[in-house]
């Protein structure tokens, strides 16, 4: 009997990955993300960890090994994926980087980009429960950190892209925006099935919001596993040493 | 002193007489720089985004030879203009010397380099996190440069200002190709030059006026989009 989890669609597989940087090198021999989890990437400060996320949105090609996303393959030498497969995924970065405009037209962006009418009536429940409705006209320069991060997030959402990419976005935040964004991703995820991958350093949130946590250090995999196994009883002993705060970084 | 005040007198009254001489030489010259501006814009501001944010193989010889663009002499422009396009030129077949057509051209190589540097130079001061996180957000490359030169939009336009002034109080280049001839191809800095010659202080000084004017006004413009800028950014 396959669990709920394992059920789920695959959306992505990689194969044999390699991006190598001279001094660094990430290898991903095999890994699966399936669609609707929020798979939660653990590790040190240069584990890889960002460069696993540039590779999961095509920012960055590999220098050896296949992905495959949706069903299609895109090999190494060809890692240029369609428009409207590019369009379905989106990075919200550690640090908003956002259009010197009016918050309202950064929301839309991505709208306009792919031409698409704006749907107010759509937008409005994903403003309003990030809580960005007095804020619309503002311009994005005044903004605090937080709100720039809430308007970062509103905007990767408006056109519901199937994978959502998250680098630390709520690193630096306080408390009540940290739950504001965990909360907005994790019914995001549960109501249209997008894969979620979710970098973060912190063991708790990845206990709150995770399905299933990896560990990466050092540019590879230690360990893949539901969040229930891994922070309970980890196979691996590098996982456990992390875990219990012995790896320093 | 005496010549100075009496010129400036005369200029005044010049300017109000709504003489033809004086307001054909002003058309001519808005004529000329504008169109030369246009095309220098057209020109300019994509090579300047496309420097500022591709890497290609020979990009540093490109933005040398712009740079060099930048501060080359505007005589010189239209001494090699002229050369092109005279009788036994490459392009004398066209017909364009002593033409408003030449002075076009000879404005415009003179403008985009300035166009084209100074919107280099803002556009790869836009943030490159926000670059990638518009191609994140699904934008192809032409939408991200877009998106960057609109983000650099204040310094694009001191770019195209800077363009304008480059032609609007250049001498020497239309002066070449253009020949100053009255009704066709002279404007004001060669009218300028011509009056003062034949002792005619009184036109000379209107015409610098209205090149003043000209200067001032378009930097006015530019301060106010600038001001309404930073009004928007508050």
Redesign the interface.
């Known amino acids: 009997m396959l669990s709920q989890l394992e059920a789920r669609g695959v959306s992505y597989s990689l194969q044999g990955i390699v991006k190598d940087y001279g001094e660094f090198r990430l290898t991903v021999e095999q890994l699966e993300l399936r669609e609707g989890e929020i798979f939660c990437l653990l590790g040190p400060s240069g584990a890889g960890k960002s460069t696993l996320l540039r590779l999961l949105?095509f920012?960055t090609p590999p220098d050896s090994g296949k992905m495959t996303l949706f069903g299609r393959t895109y090999l190494s030498s060809n890692f240029t994926p369609e428009?409207q497969i590019?369009?379905q995924?989106?990075?919200v970065?550690q640090?908003p980087?956002?259009?010197?405009e009016?918050v309202w037209n950064n929301i839309v962006?991505?709208l306009k980009?792919?031409r698409q009418a704006v749907d107010k009536a759509a937008i409005t429940p994903i403003i309003e429960r990030l809580g960005l409705s007095g804020i619309l006209d503002q311009?994005a320069?005044?903004l605090s950190g937080g709100e720039a991060q809430r308007v970062?997030l509103a905007?990767?959402l408006v056109?519901s892209p199937k994978v959502l990419?998250l680098d630390e976005p709520t690193a630096n935040l306080d408390p009540e925006n940290i739950a504001i964004i965990e909360g907005m991703v994790t019914s995001y995820a549960a109501e249209h099935r997008s894969t979620i991958v979710w970098i973060t350093h912190n063991q708790f949130q990845a206990r709150r919001v995770g399905d299933r946590v990896c560990l990466l250090e050092k540019g590879r995999i230690i360990e893949v596993n539901s969040k229930e196994k891994i922070f309970s009883d980890p196979d691996n002993q590098r996982t456990r040493e992390f875990l219990c705060g012995d790896i320093l970084y | 002193m005496g010549a100075i005040s009496d010129g400036f007198f005369e200029s005044i009254r010049l300017l109000f007489s709504l003489d033809p001489y004086i307001y054909d030489i002003i058309a001519v010259s808005l004529r000329v720089s504008g169109i030369a501006l246009f095309l220098s814009t057209l020109i300019g501001v994509p090579l300047g985004a496309l420097l500022a944010l591709s890497r290609f193989r020979g990009k540093q010889v490109v933005t040398a030879l712009l740079y060099t663009g930048m501060g080359f002499p505007p005589v010189v422009v239209g001494l090699f203009v002229f050369l092109f396009l005279s009788a036994s030129g490459p392009l004398g077949s066209l017909r364009w010397l002593f033409t408003v057509k030449a002075m076009i051209t000879a404005q415009t190589i003179i403008a985009f380099p300035l166009v084209a540097g100074f919107t280099m130079a803002a556009v790869a001061s836009v943030?490159r996190?926000?670059l990638?996180?518009l191609?994140?957000?699904?934008?192809?490359k032409l939408?991200a440069s877009w998106?960057a030169i609109?983000?650099a939009r204040v310094g694009v336009l001191v770019a195209i200002i800077a363009g304008f002034g480059g032609v609007i109080s250049e001498v020497g280049a239309v002066m070449l190709v253009g020949g100053n001839i009255e009704g066709r191809t002279r404007v004001l800095t060669t009218a300028i030059v011509l009056e003062t010659r034949k002792g005619n202080f009184g036109v000379a000084i209107a015409f610098g006026i209205v090149l003043l004017l000209i200067t001032f006004i378009t930097n006015l413009a530019m301060l106010y989009l600038q001001k309404r800028q930073l009004l928007?950014?508050?």
């Not at chain 1, 980087?97 to 010197?100: I, Q, V």
């Open positions: 949105n920012l428009l590019m369009r995924i989106t990075t970065f640090r980087a956002l259009l010197n009016r962006y991505p980009l792919r311009p320069a005044t970062a905007r990767a056109f990419l | 943030d996190n926000l990638r996180q191609r994140a957000l699904g934008a192809t939408q998106a609109r983000e928007e950014e508050e």
